[in-house]
């Protein structure tokens, strides 16, 4: 025995510690996993801390279910991969239990089905080495493990569709605005890092509000379902796309090239085109115009491609619908212009000026128009009025300049309570703001205001409308009516430029009519134009309504009115706009 070679002792196996280490890898996992939103990773962390725990367990599987459908969706394996190959490839959980059935080395393999309420969530398995393993230990391990995987699974569904509502838009599924958002940071910061290109397409369904207006919003819903898939099939692999507001979509290019993204652009308006869905009968035409805007060339920074594309989109929108383009040099500036006025409504550089309008009969300054003028920073140039306009109405922000006007009119209002009269303060609103039922309540709200501070100022605030902003005469009433209830004035602006109804002037409460500028010059050498102003100042007067003319720029043009018989006109001959200087305003000066 001496020369005997001794076999190494073998370790003992202890049911007790066995079971300790695996309660205590269960209580490690569990403080892990109750973080963890992502469902995959839960299920990952429980195979890999089974087979980590003990050296008796080789291989561990798990198969989670889908809740409506019962299908397989997550397959995570860690250690031996001798599976059977029944089980690999099932589909639901009926065919897992199959397969393990006509498996014959079934009896060095148990599962542990759990439940929580009335559904299976899933199926976790393991494999042994060790011969009555699971009888020495017992199963309560293994069933405390699968019933805590079960709650961590909810725990990380309910996560997962937190996220997924955060992020989604309830009507099309894809990504909403916040969402997207996320996707272009990664985006943009994979591009910066490995120099690779990307590109963006944003959609807009054209004519999609008179979808709205005529079929009901139930058709408007089915229509941006379409669009939504027709945009998801007119992507490449690995695109995301997303619904960016509204009727607005965009799509996401990660290593998109320029000639790229015009391809993927052209597929999806192509899509869209053909989803033409038949509502009430009636076959629908539709169509999305789109921008595209590609990194580097059109911007480094995602702020930047975003307003290129719009500026692109728009100008797609203005040859005619129905396209993709790139942004041309005239719609980057108007980008460029929009980002000023957004930037001045945030430092308050957008300021009021003052035209005078004057009563033709005595000569006097009765009132003045406000309007907007756009102060330029130090390292900004100059801009004029149509400039400043026409970049406000493509990127539409008038809506936001109305609102300022609005209010500095009425604290102007407020400093004239020492003198009487008052003047009558001209301001312009838009339809843009007047279909917004939270700028109508906060405006309605500081007319009250005032009244309540200058009980004397009735009348003194009129507000300007154009008719060609409106579809028909009882949406302008509609939307007028709580600023005609507090007493504020109304004037019709730009009669007589081609779009004049006098259906307007019977269905609202017109106070004023103000004689488009066109009109007004050439009546000093038109005998037809002149008869129209007159007819113009007849049916005004028979409906008590006072007449403004505008746009009188020289001395004849403003004694024809006179002769006859305009009320009141304003234009450069009586005063330019002028910006308040030192507490006073144009409502100080007198004509020529």
Known sequence: MGGAKQRPARRRFSCTRERERLQEALLDATAALAREADTPAVCQ???????????HIVGAWFYRLERE???????????????????????????????????VSAARTTDACFMLGASFRGCL????????YLELIALE???????????????????????????????????????????????????LRAGEPYALVLLDLDNFKLINDRHGH?????????????LAAGVRQGDWVGRWGGEEFIAVLPGAEVDEAMDVADRILRRIRAISPIISGQRLRTSASAGVACHPLDGTVV??????????????????????????????????????????????????????????????????????????????????????????????LVHLIDRRMFLVAIEHLLQWQTEAPAPVHFVNLSAGLLRKPRLIRELVAAVEGARTEFPTCKGCLVI?????????????????????????RLALDDFG???????????????????????????????????????????????????????????????????????????????RPALEVDGSSAIRQRPR
């Open 464 to 488: 300007e409308v154009t008719e060609r902003d409106f579809i028909d005469p009882s949406e302008a009433r509609d939307m007028l009516a709580p600023f005609v209830d507090l007493g504020v």
């Open 125 to 132: 398995g393991i494999r042994v080495d060790r011969q009555r």
């Open 218 to 230: 139930g058709a408007g819903d089915r229509v941006l379902k379409d669009a939504s898939q027709a």
């Open 45 to 55: 962390r429980m195979c890999d801390t089974l087979v980590q725990t003990s050296r």
């Open 303 to 396: 702020d930047e491609l975003l307003g290129v594309a719009d500026a692109a989109l728009y100008e797609a929108k203005a040859r005619g619908r129905d396209r993709a383009l790139r942004a041309t040099q005239g719609s980057r500036r108007t980008y460029t212009l929009a980002g000023r006025i957004e930037r001045a409504l945030r430092r308050d550089l957008l300021q009021p000026a003052y035209q005078p309008i004057v009563d033709l009969n005595s000569g006097a300054v009765v009132g003045q128009e406000l309007l907007a003028r756009l102060l330029p920073a130090d390292d900004e140039e100059g801009l004029t009025a149509a400039e400043f306009i026409g970049a406000a109405s493509k990127r539409h």
């Open 69 to 103: 459908t019962g299908e397989i969706v997550d397959r995570i394996i860690y250690g031996a991969g001798d599976y059977p190959e029944g089980e690999i490839r099932a589909r639901d959980f009926a065919e897992v239990l199959g397969a393990l059935e006509a498996d």
């Open 497 to 575: 430029s081609g779009y004049s109804s006098f259906q307007y002037l019977s269905d609202l409460p017109i106070d004023y009519l103000k004689i488009e500028g066109g009109l007004v010059r050439a009546a000093s050498g038109n005998a037809k134009d002149r008869a129209i102003v007159k007819g113009i100042r007849d049916i005004a007067r028979e409906l008590g309504i006072s007449t403004l003319a505008e746009g009188i720029e020289d001395e004849a043009t403003a004694e024809l009115m006179q002769d006859l018989e305009i009320d009141l006109a304003q234009g450069f001959y009586f005063g």
């Open 141 to 191: 391990p293994l069933y405390q493990f699968a019933q805590v995987a079960g709650a961590l699974l909810d725990q990380a569904y309910l996560r997962a569709r937190l996220r997924h509502l955060v992020e989604h838009d309830d009507l099309t599924g894809l990504l909403n605005r916040r969402g997207v958002r996320q996707v272009l940071e990664h985006v943009e910061a994979q591009a």
